[in-house]
């Protein structure tokens, strides 16, 4: 058994840990622009402006069971879709805004037939639901608002005409709306708070959970669905942590505890969420399983992100990369799926360029190869654990045997033996070549 204890926390994250990889997907009319789901912020737009998106949302081409193939393809178990994102457009058929996707040409509640469609593929289906909502009548300006720059006697003069506990009440209202609407819902992604920002404009303030009346809203979606998963982005601790876009080199802590918590990095294929045009920073194929495995070997998951086209399909630079994951996944998701940080006492012995992951029960141990290491491969401080050994994506042996340690190493100061795994001189035609070890009981 892992020896690594999560914090206790009231959602269950049992199928969770052990399925290890999700898709994101950020879909809104932010799509249109295509310059970033962030694009109203950084080119300060304002509603006026921004209409013209929302006369002409039309996703003719939006199959998500095609959605939904292109996630289990790439091994992905679980998906995240953004039901509202900081624009504050509904993807769903709410009934407390017109501001949704059945009054555009779409004409159809989008999240139904994504829910629909994600789980007759036997996917985990999550939603994202944004705090920060930029177009609500009642939410105040702040300095992430678009209109952040309008002269302050104009933002002070609307403000004062706002009430933050009527937008409080509207996101309990569509949470359950949400959550009472589309059968069992696994997870649900607040995002986010910032309460403790501080800008030049001091009359500005950051908004945090009570705002948000975060206590509230997270006992309205308990009290609908109890098991549901809920980050901690509403600034109450819940299940799920969050690193965005960094990868952890360790087990995520909490912050004040210290305790192994319940982690998901969530990750982009080229830095922006939405659908990007002309962002050509695309992450390769080689990276992106790295990065899948690297989170794994630090007892994480990893949430991968698609920003479909406003047309609504997967553009070929995501579908080529998720194929490319599939690619992978096949042969080697043996080393993902159950599989967590190895023990500590194995975990140190593992060489430069590589990454291990272990099975729950500990008696796996997987060795990724980021670097090959030509011709054989010596592991101090394994000798005598190993029972078998097989490359994982064809099953085929991996002969070994136990030597002595060389004079002036570390394991010959320690007087360890070495186990010496004979690998191929070339490097078999996989992105990231997987051992599979059969530890002795
Ligand atoms: C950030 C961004 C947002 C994105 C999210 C994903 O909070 O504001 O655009 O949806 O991260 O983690």
């Known amino acids: ?22 898709m994101f997907i950020h879909w809104g009319l932010y799509s249109m622009p295509a310059r970033h789901e962030w694009v109203r912020y950084h080119e300060q737009i304002t509603n006026e402006e921004y209409e ?28 995240v879709l953004t039901t509202k994102h900081h624009e504050g457009f509904c993807m769903f058929d709410s009934q407390y805004t017109d501001y949704k996707c059945t009054n555009t040409p779409a004409g159809r509640d989008l999240v139904k037939e994504y829910v629909e469609a994600f789980r007759a593929e036997g996917l985990k289906v999550g939603f994202y639901y944004s705090l920060i909502d930029w177009h609500h009548p ?5 300095m992430k608002s678009p209109v952040r720059n309008w002269p302050r006697e104009k933002v002070e003069a609307i403000n004062q005409k706002r009430d933050m506990r009527k937008y409080a009440e509207y996101m309990r209202n569509q949470v359950t709306e949400l959550l009472t609407n589309y059968g069992k819902i696994d997870i649900l992604w607040f995002d986010y708070s910032y309460s403790g920002d501080v800008d030049e404009k001091s ?21 609908l669905q109890p098991d549901i998963i809920i980050d901690n982005r509403t600034e109450i601790d819940q299940d799920l942590w969050t690193p965005e876009q960094v990868q952890p080199t360790d087990w995520v802590r909490h912050p004040v505890t210290g305790e192994y918590v319940t982690w998901e990095a969530c990750q982009t294929f080229s830095g922006s969420w939405g659908y990007h045009r002309d962002e050509m920073t695309w992450k390769s194929p080689e990276m992106l399983i790295q990065m899948l495995i690297q989170t794994v070997s630090c007892g994480g998951n990893m949430l991968l992100n698609v920003g479909p086209t406003s047309r609504g399909y997967f553009d070929e630079r995501a579908t080529s990369a998720l194929s490319a ?18 023990e500590p006492d194995i975990l140190k012995t593992c060489p430069n360029g590589c990454r291990y992951t272990q099975t729950e029960d500990g008696k796996r141990l997987y060795v990724h190869l980021f670097s090959y290491p030509f011709h054989s491969l010596q592991i101090p401080g394994l ?58 009981d």
């Open 138 to 142: 009642e939410f105040p300006i702040d």
């Open 203 to 223: 009359w500005l303030h950051g908004k945090g959970k009570d705002d948000w009346e975060a206590e509230k809203l997270i006992a309205t979606a308990r009290a």
């Open 1 to 22: 058994m892992s020896s690594y204890l999560r914090k206790k926390t009231p959602g269950d994250t049992s199928w969770f840990v052990h399925d290890r990889f999700g």
């Open 325 to 342: 994951m599939g690619d992978w996944m096949h042969y080697n998701s043996r080393s993902i799926y159950g599989c967590t940080m190895a």
């Open 52 to 79: 013209k998106y929302f006369l002409r949302f039309d996703p003719d081409l939006y199959d998500p069971h095609e959605w939904a193939r292109a996630a289990k393809n790439a091994g992905m178990k679980y998906a």
């Open 383 to 440: 000798a005598g654990k190993v029972a078998y050994a097989q490359f994982l994506h064809d099953g085929s042996e991996i002969r070994f045997y136990e030597s002595d340690p060389t004079p002036g190493t570390k394991a010959f100061e320690d007087g360890t033996k070495v186990l010496n795994l004979m690998l191929p001189p070339v490097k078999p035609r996989v992105i990231v070549p997987v051992i599979e070890l059969f530890l002795k």
